[in-house]
């Protein structure tokens, strides 16, 4: 798989995420904590015009200055993250020693999903005595203000700790999780997990890491493998953190009346593990830029509420009852202690923009039939709209274009076996219509072509030129590309079907979409016929995102058994044996130069060659064939 399974921060270093593990205490516990309003502020998109440099009224052009030091990068999208100012150090009480009480504060939640409606933060406190009698810890419930917004929600919660003043377990650890409301599923999920440390023992003594801190929401919990005793705050140092979604919070020794929040841009919390990387910054225009962003928390629950068809209720205890039931796990309802809180929908947390499309990347196909050995196979890819789209005219630059944005791979890996090619190509950004119903059609030709040394590429039989038939490709399939607002982001794998490409089964999948159901249904009317344990697997995702940059992707393979045991699919995406793609090098090769092999200076030279010929071959072939269908050419790929 060539797209990295999780987000990269800025600076991070490459780790595998663990599998996320259940938690094997409850923190979902819930409190009634007195709640006074605070206005929303989220300042509106900042002019670009702003930054730029000012205008002469002279149209004499001034003299050359010596080149300026570079500026600092703006914070993006209107202090969506903003850096730690260091003059706001010196607003900070002294660090207090670990026999001091001192206040915890939940200050807000920084940039919820798409797919979450409201939220509220749940934790508890690890670890937190030497020995001794342990003095009672309440655990943290706090919920959201009504008057705060609702994708960037504000808290009033403050816990005092170490009331007793006694000498406290410098390596204590707090849990904080933050469940949401999901509006695709109409229930409570985890956003996510992140664990602090309330001391710094860096210095020697430790003492309280006063001030604000921000700090990223991760998947999952921490394992646990070494016991609760041996939490740390750095457990999950290596879970996949959730693109844009943040906590911030204050550590302060303990004063009688609560310490306000500051402003968040006013660079007050330390925040640099937060710095936004080229796709979060996109993320956050994308929240920013919606109907939607000036909304408050009780605004959009009385949205959800009109929905729901029930009494829109005003800011205050009542609704604050009813977020509270709305944030209630379905075990708590039910009484099932069984049933786990099921994690937020990573797939879908972010809703689709035609604007900034989808990205689509084709990644293998596997168990070709054996009559497709000796040819070079690559893949056409393009979207059929579905039936609410079908008749929409294109958004401009391309957009909703299916003739305009269809594409073809490129780079076939030549170590590949040519039953089971690998395409190395980077993603291709698509940008239809959001129609459920809309599908990709990818359709494999496999060329019976022979090269020889020097460049030389000719039909495989006889002297006349294969002629590449769309209705016909060695194989074909679709796949499902939007799904609840989102792109329907992960790898699918689905299964490759015979030609030749039927209509009557397209226009059934763009009335109802490409799920298991379609491939079972044209089935049985024995519209499609499968070759045997042929699969392709196609990886989408939100165009938000770079392949580096993407949340967790998901696995998808129940079309795959619609049609045919998994098992059968397995064993061909096994199978290791077989004439790989450079056997089309070596086979008009001098004996001596297939013994020197693929390290070869020959093989070397001959291999660049073949690749160019072969794909220029190929795309000839291909927009001649579109041409004589009346269909467009494929623009932008080398022809002979």
């Given at each position: ?105 939940i200050d807000s939640v920084r940039f919820i999903p798409d797919n ?283 957009r909703g274009d299916p003739a305009a944005e269809r594409f073809v ?232």
């Open positions: 798989m060539k797209i990295l399974p999780y987000f990269s921060v800025k600076d991070a270093k490459p780790a595998s995420p663990p599998r996320p593990r259940f938690m094997p205490v409850n923190i979902n516990l819930d409190d009634d904590d007195d709640e006074e309003e605070v206005k929303p502020k989220i300042e509106p998109l900042p002019d670009s015009a702003s930054s730029s440099s000012e205008d002469s009224d002279d149209d004499t052009p001034p003299p050359r200055d010596p080149t300026p030091p570079p500026r600092p990068p703006a914070a993006p999208e209107d202090g969506a993250w903003c850096p730690h100012d260091r003059s706001q150090d010196g607003r900070l009480p002294e660090p207090t020693p670990v026999t001091a009480t001192f206040d915890l504060y979450a409606v409201f939220c509220k933060v749940t934790g508890r406190v690890f670890n937190f005595n030497l020995g001794g009698e342990a003095e009672k810890l309440d655990d943290i419930l706090a919920y959201p203000l009504h008057s705060s917004n609702h994708r960037c929600p504000r808290f009033n919660f403050r816990m005092a700790l170490n009331k007793d003043r006694v000498i406290v377990n410098h390596n204590m650890v707090i849990m904080l999780r933050i469940y949401c409301y999901e509006e695709s599923t109409n229930q409570m999920v985890v956003a996510g997990t992140t664990l602090l440390a309330p001391f710094d023992s860096a210095q020697g003594k430790p003492v309280l890491r006063v001030g604000g801190h921000q700090q990223r929401i991760r998947v999952g919990l921490p394992s646990f493998e070494g016991g609760v005793a041996n939490l740390m705050a750095s457990d999950m140092d290596s879970n996949p953190t959730i693109p844009g979604l943040t906590i911030l919070y204050r550590l302060l020794p303990h004063t009688e009346s609560a310490v306000d929040a500051p402003e968040y841009s006013s660079g007050y919390y330390q925040s640099a593990s937060c710095e936004p990387g080229e796709s979060e910054t996109r993320l956050f225009r994308h929240y920013l830029r919606r109907d939607t962003a000036d909304l408050t928390v009780g605004e959009w629950c009385r949205r959800l509420q009109e929905r729901q068809r029930t009494s829109q209720l005003a800011d205050g205890p009542n609704l604050q009852k009813w977020m509270e039931t709305m944030l209630e796990s379905k075990k708590e309802k039910d009484k099932d202690k069984k049933a786990a809180v099921p994690d937020l929908d990573l797939q879908k947390f972010i809703h689709y923009d035609i604007e900034v499309g989808a990205n689509v990347m084709l990644e293998q196909a596997f168990g070709l039939p054996a009559f497709l050995e000796n040819r070079f196979t690559l893949a056409m890819v393009e979207y059929l709209p579905g039936k609410a789209t079908k008749d929409s005219g294109p958004a401009g630059a391309g791979t490129q780079k076939l890996d030549i170590n590949s076996l040519q039953r089971s090619p690998n395409w190395t190509d980077p993603h291709t950004t698509l940008h239809p219509h959001y129609d459920d119903d809309t599908v990709l059609l990818v359709r494999l030709f496999s060329l019976p072509l022979e090269y020889r040394p020097g460049g030389t590429v000719r039909p495989r039989d006889g002297d006349a030129e294969p002629e590449l038939q769309l209705d016909r490709p060695a194989a074909w399939t679709l796949l499902q590309l939007f799904d609840s607002k989102s792109v329907f982001s992960g790898t699918h794998a689905v299964p490759l079907l015979m030609p030749p490409v039927n209509s009557e089964f397209l226009e059934l999948a763009q009335r109802t979409g490409a799920g298991a159901k379609l491939f079972s249904e044209g089935k049985s009317k024995e519209l499609i016929t499968p070759h045997d344990g042929a699969s392709l697997e196609v990886t989408i995702w939100d165009g938000t995102f770079s392949s580096e940059e993407c949340p967790p992707i998901q696995r998808y393979d129940s079309v795959l058994a619609a049609l045919q045991p998994l098992d059968k699919y397995n064993k061909h995406k096994s199978q290791k044996a077989g004439p790989p793609v450079n056997a089309l090098v070596f086979e008009n090769m001098t004996e001596k130069q297939q013994q020197e092999g693929v390290h070869g200076d020959d093989y070397i030279y001959e291999k660049q060659t073949f690749e160019t010929a072969m794909v220029k071959k190929f795309n000839t072939l291909l927009n001649k064939a579109l041409v004589s269908s009346g269909e467009k050419k494929i623009q932008g790929i080398p022809e002979e």
